[in-house]
């Protein structure tokens, strides 16, 4: 038990300090005051004021994480403009959230998720420049017989260039473009002698085992692959193609991840997929088991998750933020109280709905229900 705690509190205490900083940082750089930054909520553990007077503390839900501003009266940076104008004075107007400019307030709350890929931006571009990435072709060495692979047209020793128009730069993209395909035709561009050819392949969907030994729905074609000629291609990277390529599969996950979740939505994606807090900490330790490279690379991919979900146009999150400002720049004045209380009571009640959800597939995994 206390491998998967440790290293699921190690990447919670990481990607929530980022994300939390990323508002810090511009809250401080505009001059808002922040009497709280706390990774985690509930009771206080243990923290500390710093000489501007912000109370830096760790609680005991580790589930999260917030930065409370100057006049708020939550920690969802909740404040009502007129009770503000009449209760502080001028000087300390000027350190109140609600009362900054548009594009300020902006800023400060899209500062989180930016912190969130920057932090992965990092991580890949580290990993690319000082350990490397593979970049050896996909040559299909087995097709399995009556495979969709078969049945699609897919032979041995054809070489994958493209899965539903990604490049296929490495061996190792195959499985990971295969398994985010959300559709139910996956377009296979391979090279065949000296012809390219673009194959259609329906996926099987079998219950199989991942790399960890997890039980997953896994979207199969039925190939195996080998290296083209034989002939790992790994190479450490200089700092402009890093910085490209960890650009890239930030970019890719980001999109996929969205591809993905409406697929999810509309029935086309397998839901169950979808995992909360006690699989991430199932996961991080059995990554953890696989040395600190694996875990540092899952901690990039949860990093994107987090900056992703905090700006869905829920109330509530960052992206919920971000949904009032584009209404205030529309309408000229901020929503009403009133209205403001109502998105949050709904967006409440679809975290709370999402919370069940993800927390009963993680129990289902675990094999509580069947």
Not at 10 to 25: A, D, N
Not at 134 to 162: C, H, R, W, Y
Not at 248 to 266: D, P, Q
Not at 329 to 348: A, C, D
């Amino acid at each position: 038990m206390l491998s998967y705690i440790l290293p699921f509190i190690i990447l919670i205490l990481v990607v929530v300090f980022i994300h939390e900083y990323g508002h810090y940082y511009f809250a401080k750089k505009y001059g808002v005051g922040v009497t709280d930054f706390s990774i985690g909520f509930g009771k206080e553990i243990f923290g500390w004021n710093d000489k501007s007077g912000t109370r830096w503390k760790i609680c005991w839900i580790p589930l999260g994480g917030y930065v409370k501003f100057f006049g708020d009266r939550n920690v969802f940076s909740q404040a009502d403009q007129e009770k503000i104008l009449k209760k502080y004075n001028e000087e300390d107007r000027q350190k109140l959230f609600v009362l900054k400019p548009l594009y300020q307030r902006v800023l400060i709350v899209f500062g989180g998720p930016l912190a969130n890929f920057l932090l992965a931006l990092v991580i890949f571009f580290s990993i690319y420049t000082f350990i490397g990435k593979d970049f050896t072709p996909a040559v299909i060495n087995e097709v399995q017989k009556d495979s969709p692979a078969m049945i699609g047209g897919l032979k041995q020793n054809d070489i994958i260039l493209e899965i539903d128009g990604n490049k296929v730069k490495s061996i190792m993209e195959v499985s990971k473009f295969i398994t985010m395909s959300t559709g139910e035709i996956i377009d296979f561009k391979i090279k065949r002698s000296y012809d390219e050819l673009i194959l259609k392949i329906q996926p099987d969907i079998v219950l199989s085992e991942d790399g960890l030994g997890n039980q997953i729905n896994k979207r199969m074609v039925g190939i195996k692959l080998g290296a083209f000629n034989n002939e790992i291609n790994h190479v450490k990277l200089g700092p402009a193609q890093s910085i490209y390529h960890a650009a890239h599969e930030v970019y890719y996950v980001s999109i996929s991840s969205l591809k993905y979740l409406g697929a999810m939505i509309f029935g086309k994606a397998d839901a169950s997929q979808l995992g909360g807090p006690i699989r991430i900490a199932k996961i991080s330790g059995q990554v953890a088991e696989f040395g600190v490279l694996a875990f540092i690379s899952m901690m990039a991919y949860i990093s994107i998750s987090l900056g992703l979900v905090n700006l869905f146009p829920i109330p509530m999150l960052d992206g919920g933020h971000l949904m009032f400002y584009a209404f205030e720049k529309v309408l000229g004045r901020p929503l009403s109280q009133k209205t403001q209380e109502g998105f949050f009571r709904i967006g409440m009640f679809l975290l709370l709905s999402l919370m069940f959800f993800t927390t009963f597939n993680d129990l289902k995994d675990l094999g509580l229900f069947k």
